[in-house]
């Protein structure tokens, strides 16, 4: 089981606090430390840094460390910058562990986020450099309270509006808890002052009528919306829903989807880069230029007491192996790539490294020949969720009522069901993703026209989507992953208390390049 899938099953049975409290403790909804641009002064002359991995973490590293003096060169596995941060368009090609290649045929301007797709306004870091390197960012949607919340167990399988679900459900329990109010029961816990102010918020916050009931009427409609909406002339006239019953919300099953905006990390205002995440590693390696080496695999990695050398292979001339060199080593390749690398460090790190599994997690992107889901259903943004493996559905925020063809996200799968997914072809993928989706949107085997899917276990640069600390893991080895071993430095959000989000990357390395520089310093940059 995945931490996402436990988080979600304590924040249905034991509600959001407990939720957050648990995410908390075990380093995920944690706010970011980033308090403004870290300051490196007194750079000794001459001194370099080999930073490994052109991801979030190792191009931040890179930025600071050359704007404070230092010598930097960055190696990279991948022909472009940004690591996980990657925005697959039309025409670019991916090839996974296994030998399958995908070419992406979206039309201009379309694309897909393999890896993060959002931004929280908290991740400060994150947000600074966007600023910096003039990334321009838009609204991401999380919760939209037309997309459908679903269950194949319930109502025949038929997606329910998520705001019909809310209303129908806040608007239960209010009646109930101002039931209980009205006959003394909470008399324990509530004082006969608080009593009358308890039931007038609970008539708002519930839309229930003058006798504290939950039913047919123009407040429940004007939540839940109406049967007949209103309108002009002699046909305005609006006539109210009828609400769903509180033992069909509660078997549905399906309020487990209504606090899916209220965790701290996925509270308004959440941001997306305008034309994909991809965007903001665009930004970075445009930045960084000719400091980056594309192409690079990293085989071997030593430190002495006069420096680091990483030896690599030019992935663009097989067999070709390269060196490189510098004074310290920030190393930012995600652990179970790491792990298989020799390096000479000491065995707390070695054992730190080996300690921390990832995530499986797969993201499929189809284009169709229409953006049906806004003419036919009317959802712009956000994203519906299911109890199918397929999780849930994102739609896209940006490009409302464009004509031509449309790209949403069809599945983000997590846990057993994406190691299931992981052991099939990328087409297998998105023809079985289209299976499920067509469960929601009746539309999509008419209207499909292309689809990528990315399963994160086999990326040949991460090997997972990220690192899952258990609370065990953290406190025998978190520290020991984090601590500067001779001259090698780790970073990246498997070193953070942020983990599976880019702050954490941010976050982890300006801590690690800080106490690289005390080091740099103590030592006059070279031994």
């Not at 049967?227 to 099953?253: C, H, T």
């Not at 995440?277 to 007491?305: N, T, W």
């Not at 992935?315 to 390269?322: D, E, I, K, N, S």
Request: charged residues 20%; proline residues 5%; glycine residues 12%.
């Amino acid at each position: 089981m995945s931490r996402r899938e436990l988080f979600r099953m304590i924040g249905a049975t034991a509600g959001g606090a407990a939720m957050f409290q648990a995410m908390s403790s075990l380093g995920f909804n944690a706010e970011s430390p980033y308090n403004g641009p870290i300051e490196l002064q007194g750079t000794p002359k001459g001194a370099s840094v080999l930073i490994l991995g052109a991801g979030i973490a190792g191009m931040t590293a890179a930025y600071e460390l050359r704007n404070a003096g230092y010598k930097v060169q960055v190696l990279e596995y991948n022909n472009r910058a940004g690591g996980r941060n990657w925005s697959l368009r039309g025409g670019d090609s991916y090839t996974e562990l296994g030998g399958f290649t995908q070419k992406c045929e979206f039309d201009k301007d379309l694309y897909i986020n393999p890896g993060p797709w959002r931004i929280p306004y908290h991740h400060r870091g994150l947000l600074s450099y966007c600023k910096r390197l003039g990334v321009p960012l838009e609204a991401f949607v999380q919760v939209n309270y037309n997309a459908y919340l679903h269950s194949s167990q319930a109502f025949g399988g038929k997606p329910q509006r998520y705001r019909e679900i809310k209303a129908d459900y806040q608007g239960h329990v209010a009646e109930l808890l101002a039931k209980a109010t009205r006959q003394n029961a909470l008399d324990d816990s509530v004082s006969k002052e608080d009593r009358e102010k308890l039931l007038e918020s609970l008539r708002g916050w519930g839309a229930l009528d003058r006798d504290f009931s939950y039913g047919p009427s123009e407040a429940s409609s004007d939540r839940r919306g109406y049967e007949k909406e209103p309108g002009g002339g002699l046909s305005a006239r609006p006539i109210p829903s009828k609400p769903i019953g509180l033992s069909d919300v509660l078997d549905s099953g399906l309020w487990q989807g209504i606090p899916n905006g209220d965790t701290f990390d996925m509270q308004t205002a959440l941001f997306q880069p305008v034309g994909g995440m991809g965007r903001i590693g665009e930004a970075f390696g445009r930045e960084l230029g000719p400091l980056i080496r594309y192409s690079a695999k990293v085989i071997d990695i030593h430190q002495d007491q006069h420096g680091v050398t990483a030896t690599y292979e030019d992935r663009l001339a097989p067999g070709t192996t390269l060196k490189a060199s510098a004074d310290w080593c920030l190393c930012t390749i995600p652990l179970p790539v790491l792990a298989q690398i020799p390096m000479n460090v000491g065995p707390a790190l070695s054992a730190a490294i080996s300690s921390v599994p990832y995530a499986s997690a797969i993201k499929v992107g189809l284009q169709f020949k229409r953006r049906f889901w806004e003419e036919d259903d009317h959802i712009y943004g956000g994203i519906s969720y299911t109890d199918l493996p397929i999780t849930n559905i994102g739609y896209p925020n940006t490009g409302y009522h464009s004509s031509g063809k449309g790209v949403l996200l069809g599945a983000y799968i997590w846990g057993l069901n994406a190691m299931e997914f992981t052991a099939m072809t990328p087409q297998q993928r998105v023809q079985k993703v289209l299976e499920y989706g067509s469960q929601i949107h009746p539309q999509y085997p008419k209207e499909f026209d292309n689809g990528v899917a990315v399963a994160w276990h086999r990326s040949p640069f991460t090997m997972g989507c990220y690192g899952m600390w258990s609370a065990d893991a953290r406190a025998k080895h978190y520290d020991d992953l984090c601590r500067i071993d001779g001259r090698i430095a780790l970073a990246g959000e498997h070193a953070s208390f942020l983990g599976g989000w880019q702050e954490g990357a941010v976050t982890s390395s300006l801590d690690a390049i800080g106490r690289l520089h005390q080091l740099a310093l103590a030592q006059g940059g070279k031994a």
